[in-house]
């Protein structure tokens, strides 16, 4: 199993001064569970070299095993500090690709053209592609094979509006998850605030918050298991 996880190189959180990358735990979490059940993962970012922590996601408050984990892994971390530069990187290499989330996509990913057509190779091979939290802003200007938005009909979730509400940044974003989902066709569906909710519509599977990591790596792990038989 060959999983290609993408990270943001976005640090600046709009004018606010603060800075901002991808959460720790959806990456973490994720990261481990396929690790753990003998994934071979290869992390790149836009830019190569450091990908940036957001600062809020490496709090004691947000704080879980598998960041703890992450915090003592003196591989991992250097892996995070030097990520492979994304158009280097080659789908056919590739068994699945998975985006965690974070604010720093909202601004890097959601344009990227690389991204934009390593996600369209990908699903052009009918490989699992999978996104967590504010990752599905990645999915933005991404195209089905018929030319249609990718998500246009497809059962998908993300972080929701009332989530980037609670934490304050409803005017900071240059655009809300949620909102773009829906307008380009997506059926959206979220559970409470916070809570655990991922969903599978084909070769996609989208997590609604942080919390929601986990789930979304086992139905990766699952669809793998199908598609490496």
Same mark, same amino acid.
């Given at each position: 199993?060959? =999983?290609?996880?993408? $990270? *943001? ?5 709009? %004018? *606010? ?24 993962? *290869?992390? @790149? ?10 600062? !809020?996601?490496?709090?004691? %408050?947000?704080? *879980? ?15 995070? @500090?030097?990520?492979? =530069? ?5 789908? %056919?290499?590739?068994?699945? =690709? ?9 601004? /890097? ?5 690389? !991204? ?22 990645? $999915?933005?200007? &991404?195209?089905? &094979?018929?030319? /249609?938005? $990718?998500?246009?009909?497809?059962? =998908?979730?993300?972080?929701?509006? !009332? ?7 409803? /005017?900071?974003?240059?655009?809300? &998850? ?13 559970? /409470? %605030?916070?809570? !655990? ?18 789930? &979304?790596?086992?139905? $990766? ?9």
């Amino acid at each position: 199993m060959k =999983v290609l996880f993408v $990270l *943001t190189s976005h640090d600046k959180l709009g %004018d *606010t001064g603060k800075k901002t990358g991808f959460w720790v735990e959806e990456f973490a979490n994720p990261y481990y569970t396929l690790l753990d059940k003998g994934a071979d993962i *290869t992390i @790149a970012t836009p830019k190569g070299g450091a990908a940036p922590i957001d600062p !809020s996601s490496d709090s004691p %408050d947000a704080a *879980t095993e598998d960041t703890e984990r992450f915090n003592n892994d003196a591989e991992a971390k250097e892996r995070i @500090a030097n990520t492979k =530069v994304l158009a280097d990187m080659n789908p %056919d290499d590739f068994d699945a =690709v998975f985006y965690p989330g974070g604010h720093g996509p909202l601004w /890097d990913l959601a344009n990227d053209k690389n !991204s934009i057509a390593l996600i369209e190779k990908f699903n052009s091979q009918e490989k699992p592609i999978a996104f967590v939290c504010h990752a599905p802003a990645a $999915l933005k200007e &991404v195209k089905g &094979v018929n030319g /249609d938005p $990718l998500v246009k009909g497809k059962k =998908v979730t993300g972080f929701t509006n !009332s989530e980037e509400a609670a934490v304050g940044l409803t /005017d900071i974003v240059p655009f809300l &998850v949620e909102d773009m989902l829906k307008k380009n066709g997506g059926n959206y569906s979220k559970k /409470d %605030d916070w809570a !655990s909710y991922a969903i599978e519509d084909g070769n996609l599977i989208t997590g609604q918050n942080p919390a929601s990591s986990e789930l &979304v790596a086992e139905l $990766l792990l699952k669809k793998m298991d199908h598609t490496t038989e």
